[in-house]
């Protein structure tokens, strides 16, 4: 490489790796036009059945937009293998002895660049046409290069089509590229999700997939165990999990891996609470008996179901196996014959009951309830600029930027915990009553640490919930708030029970499919593709970006042998940056502000500035010290640095009455 490229951003590669495609192409086109016309001829005329065999070849649409900085799914798009620079001038016996080669390399890119963009089989297929005229060795059809499995054995179930893919076929390639971190005897814990996923907008085709992630495993991409595909949900639940309890019954028992014996054992199960109580076979959300984890009876109160009690006998795996509360049981239990507790193993899910419930549910009262909570409408419009004023504040951890209240009906989960975890507290003293957000602190401070203490607050919060709101805003995403903290203390910080992965898995599901024929056998065929360059990494490296040389760096680190200058550095847990949202970290118990980031002979090192004011931003229902949140001002005059290894945490850093106040980012924090 040109010792001018390494300092190449990713978009200018890539940039020039398009120029140079299309610089060849335009080539061939100049040199080829009879020869050319005949191809395109060819792929139509040439190829028997092409338009026949377009019920396999899905296309996603008339346009592909491709944006430079954002990658949809798993991408191992190798920038470096892609570049098409033109080679100086070889013999023709060296140009003979590599053919083979070049053509395999230029496949393997042409599989990753397709498979990363989304390039239908109809244009790859023509791409490869054009192609085979400089590199006749390329396979003719898109199938072939992507080495597409076109054979399965599909069967009708539960009034739809349904594939099982298996366990611990689903697994197998990651086991084997791991094989050496395990040990003989080791137990995986298996973590599954099963919810559905309307496919389409003018049809009732949904999707069920079972997905898995094994817990302590390198790799956190769920994996597709099994797919159904139907007009309503497979029902029975026993018979569509039965070929999931039968593989995992044998590996509870303990199998040979390639010489070594290892055991699988299911941890948990994470799914909404209408799907939990379709896999459980128990009562739903509405009915009287529907709260899965106490015997409380539920009250009917202005048209709902709700759940006003916060001390009730609690539901047991014993309980639950002797169906001692019959009116709680649908039918047989589909997990039966495993090792499963059917309480203790089915916890509740953060992610609809408390961003997608609670949240959602509060922004609701304020905006469109009864008047006397009901904010006027000229609130509502400064809060929605306060919230689309702080998006040049929020780091690129967070998938999405705060939007318009306008906008609340269209709001993702990750936004709902957004403003609960971070926006919320730092803006709704300006518009809230006091008691109101008191009430919001509550629910705040719990999810924040969510230990025993939490346990104390969240039934604060939901009896106070109940005496602002009324016993009728007391419905079970409200109630199951005081059960969360067992599940926590059972299975580790929210984020190990949060739907919020398998969720984003759903949705990458769900481009899969490119037209509405036939949907089971196009995810199965795009599956299938995918898992050919599926790759395990590890360990994760730290790759320093956008080079530049206008500092500062501070005398002393400049006499340490500087090698290089970056406004960016990507890490294992979070992004360094120096601009605006990405560079606020607590380095040596400070609150810092990074300016640069220097690579030096002995080791890498961020120059910043430290927050010389800092004090608790609340006092309620607890000092904010305790979750490390403070109110920070005036920056020090002078530069500093420090080892990267000397970073605790990233933060969140809002404007805040003059000053700034610093949130660490919840799920990278260091235990």
């Avoid at 379709?278 to 409380?296: E, L, M, P, R, T």
């Avoid at 847990?573 to 980031?597: A, E, H, L, M, P």
């Avoid at 020090?636 to 009455?657: D, G, I, Q, T």
Wanted: aromatic share 10%.
């Amino acid at each position: 490489m040109d010792s001018r490229e390494a300092f190449l951003s990713g978009a200018a590669i890539r940039w020039r790796a398009r120029k140079g495609v299309e610089k060849q192409l335009q080539q061939i086109r100049d040199m080829h036009s009879e020869s050319f016309a005949s191809q395109c001829g060819s792929i139509v005329e040439g190829q028997p059945g092409l338009h026949s065999q377009q019920s396999e070849m899905e296309e996603i649409g008339n346009e592909m937009m491709i944006e430079e900085d954002i990658v949809v799914g798993t991408s191992h798009f190798d920038q470096q293998s892609f570049r098409m620079d033109l080679p100086e001038e070889e013999s023709e016996s060296d140009q003979d002895a590599d053919e083979t080669d070049q053509a395999c390399n230029l496949g393997e890119s042409l599989r990753n660049w397709a498979l990363t963009f989304g390039v239908s089989l109809v244009a790859l297929t023509a791409l490869l046409g054009l192609l085979r005229l400089h590199h006749p060795d390329l396979p003719k059809d898109a199938r072939t290069l992507l080495k597409t499995k076109v054979t399965y054995n599909i069967e009708k179930k539960c009034e739809g089509l349904y594939y099982y893919i298996g366990i611990l076929s689903s697994f197998k390639e990651k086991l084997h590229q791991a094989f050496e971190s395990f040990e003989n005897g080791c137990t995986f814990k298996l973590q599954i999700n099963i919810d559905g996923l309307p496919l389409f907008k003018s049809s009732g085709i949904q999707v069920w997939p079972i997905l898995g992630c094994l817990l302590g495993f390198p790799i956190k991409e769920p994996v597709v165990i099994a797919l159904f595909c139907g007009p309503q949900k497979p029902k029975p639940a026993e018979v569509f999990l039965e070929d999931f309890v039968s593989e995992l019954k044998k590996l509870e028992s303990g199998i040979d891996f390639e010489g070594k014996m290892i055991f699988v054992k299911l941890d948990s199960v994470i799914r909404d609470t209408p799907a939990r109580a379709f896999v459980k076979n128990i009562k739903s959300h509405n009915g009287y008996f529907g709260c899965d984890k106490c015997a409380q009876q539920g009250e009917y109160l202005s048209s709902r179901m709700t759940f006003p009690l916060d001390s009730c006998p609690l539901r047991t795996d014993e309980s639950f196996a002797q169906k001692q509360n019959e009116e709680h049981h649908q039918g047989p239990n589909p997990f039966q014959g495993l090792n499963v507790g059917m309480v203790s193993q089915f916890p509740g899910d953060y992610m609809h009951s408390v961003c997608l419930g609670v949240v959602r549910k509060l922004l609701n009262i304020w905006l469109r309830g009864a008047l006397k909570f009901r904010l006027p409408s000229s609130t509502v419009n400064r809060m929605s600029d306060c919230l689309t004023g702080l998006r040049s504040y929020i780091p690129l951890e967070f998938a999405r930027k705060p939007r318009t209240l306008r906008d609340l009906d269209r709001w993702k989960a990750t936004e709902f915990r957004m403003f609960l975890l971070y926006i919320g507290p730092v803006i709704l003293p300006s518009y809230l009553d006091k008691n109101i957000y008191q009430n919001c602190m509550l629910l705040f401070s719990s999810i924040a640490i969510l230990g025993t203490y939490a346990d104390t607050l969240l039934r604060m919060f939901v009896t106070h919930f109940g005496q602002l709101y009324g016993k009728e805003a007391l419905v079970y995403n409200v109630h199951s708030l005081v059960h969360l903290a067992q599940d926590v203390r059972q299975h580790g910080c929210l984020d190990n029970i949060s739907a919020f992965p398998y969720e984003n898995h759903l949705q990458k599901l769900k481009k899969l499919v490119r037209k509405p024929e036939r949907p089971l056998p196009q995810m199965l065929r795009r599956l299938s593709e995918q898992n050919q360059i599926m790759k395990l990494s590890i360990n994760k490296s730290v790759s320093l970006k956008k080079a530049h040389f206008v500092g500062p760096v501070p005398n002393e680190l400049a006499s340490r042998g500087v090698k290089g200058q970056y406004s960016e550095m990507v890490g294992d847990q979070w992004t360094i940056k120096i601009s605006t949202g990405d560079n606020t970290f607590v380095i040596n118990g400070d609150i810092c502000r990074v300016y640069n980031v220097v690579d030096c002979t002995d080791a890498t090192y961020i120059v910043y500035k430290r927050f010389c004011n800092k004090s608790v931003f609340f006092t309620y229902p607890f000092s904010s010290d305790f979750l490390n949140i403070f109110s920070v001002s005036l920056l020090s005059e002078h530069y500093v640095f420090a080892k990267v290894c000397a970073v605790a945490h990233k933060c969140v850093l809002l404007p805040h009455r003059g000053g700034f106040v610093a949130i660490p980012i919840q799920h990278l924090v260091r235990h």
